[in-house]
């Protein structure tokens, strides 16, 4: 009496469709009629920057090692401390690299005689009020940084300005699509698909490591201009 039942079981069992258990997947191929088209399609927009990243740090060399990292870590106090009066917070200050390193004299065939040492302090700033980030590099300098790379100029939220260049990209695909279609006396059916490649932001001049010198009268400025933003779209049209 209870075969039946068992039996009735199995059978239910078996007729739970396999995707259900994430196992297994499928896909079907559109059927197309008439000819496909492939177009690369891509959308722009330009945005002012909003953020500068800046490589701030000291470097300091002294005969010992204490020496030197004593020295460094006096004038870098002196540097964090310029950035907290600056307004800067603490999320957009971060240590980005720390180094001591033995220096060398090489005279000719004789072993290398250690004269000294180098230690390095680097930290990454991230000011968010561009035009006057200048002004307090200037106060860093005069603080004792003496070595600055950047500035990396940067938009804080790009989504919007990307959300933007996506439906420019497609337009952009669509317009094309259509032109292809009337060059070859056809028309467009129907969009097959879509894929996005990245949207980024075309990166500005590689910025040039320096040595900051304090200079009487001289006051650093940094323009923001405007950035590119860009998006790619892989978009197939059926043509008939």
């Known amino acids: ?18 995707a259900a258990s994430g196992q297994v997947t499928a896909t079907f191929a559109q059927p197309i009629a008439g000819t496909k088209l492939d177009i690369t399609a891509t959308g722009e927009v330009t945005r002012v ?8 740090g000291v ?30 917070a603490d999320r957009d200050i971060q240590t980005s690299n720390i180094s001591l390193n033995p220096e060398y004299r090489y005279e000719n065939n004789q072993p290398p005689q250690l ?13 968010r009020d561009i035009r006057n980030s200048g002004k307090i590099l200037d106060t ?40 292809y279609a009337r ?14 490649s990245g949207g980024y932001a075309v990166p500005p001049p590689m910025p040039v490591m320096m040595e900051a010198r304090a200079m009487d009268g001289a006051q650093t400025k940094i ?9 790619s779209l892989a978009m197939t049209f059926e043509l008939q």
Do not use: C, H, W
């Open 115 to 127: 004269v000294g040492y180098t230690a390095s302090n680097q930290v990454s700033v991230r000011f």
């Open 183 to 196: 060059a070859l006396g056809m028309k467009v059916v129907r969009l097959l698909s879509v894929s996005e």
């Open 59 to 88: 470097v300091t060399r002294s005969t010992t090692a204490t020496a030197a990292i004593q020295e460094n870590a006096d004038r870098m106090e002196r540097v964090r401390a310029a950035l907290k009066r600056a307004g800067i």
């Open 223 to 231: 323009d923001p201009g405007e950035q590119k933003l860009q998006v």
């Open 1 to 18: 009496m209870k075969q039946p039942f068992l039996l009735a079981l199995a059978l239910g069992a078996s007729a739970i469709p396999a």
């Open 49 to 56: 920057p909003d953020v500068a990243v800046i490589s701030a």
């Open 140 to 179: 860093l300098v005069a603080q004792g940084a003496n070595q600055i790379n950047g500035p990396n100029l940067t938009i804080d939220k790009p989504e919007g300005a990307l959300d933007e260049a996506r439906a420019k990209a497609a337009a952009v695909g669509r317009a094309r699509a259509e032109l």
